[in-house]
């Protein structure tokens, strides 16, 4: 099992941090870890968002991501390997 960090930038709006949490829950994915905070003038958030699974799920994921309005950029920083963890 696959641990993805991915980061984004966020408007900053109403609603904007559920759109995001719900396109996870929709789709059955579990978001394992979620730090959230807001960047330059505060009109926009930074998330960084840990995710289990494979390279089919990532991309899956990644592609769904891109197309929510209030998210500006999707990044994906890290992977660690999981599988043979004690």
């Known amino acids: 099992m696959m641990i993805h960090t991915l980061t984004l930038l966020l408007q ?3 609603g ?3 759109r ?3 396109l996870f829950s929709a ?6 870890t979620l730090h959230v ?3 330059d003038d505060g009109s926009v958030s930074r998330l960084v968002i840990t995710v289990h699974g494979d390279q089919a799920r990532l991309v ?3 592609n769904q991501l891109r197309k929510l309005v209030d ?3 999707v990044e994906h920083t890290t992977v ?3 599988g043979n963890a004690a």
């Open 20 to 22: 995001v949490a719900g």
């Open 27 to 32: 789709r059955g994915h579990n978001i394992e």
């Open 12 to 14: 900053n709006e109403a």
């Open 71 to 73: 998210v500006l950029e």
């Open 37 to 39: 905070a807001p960047i």
């Open 16 to 18: 904007a941090l559920v």
């Open 80 to 82: 660690a390997d999981v």
């Open 60 to 62: 899956q994921i990644l």
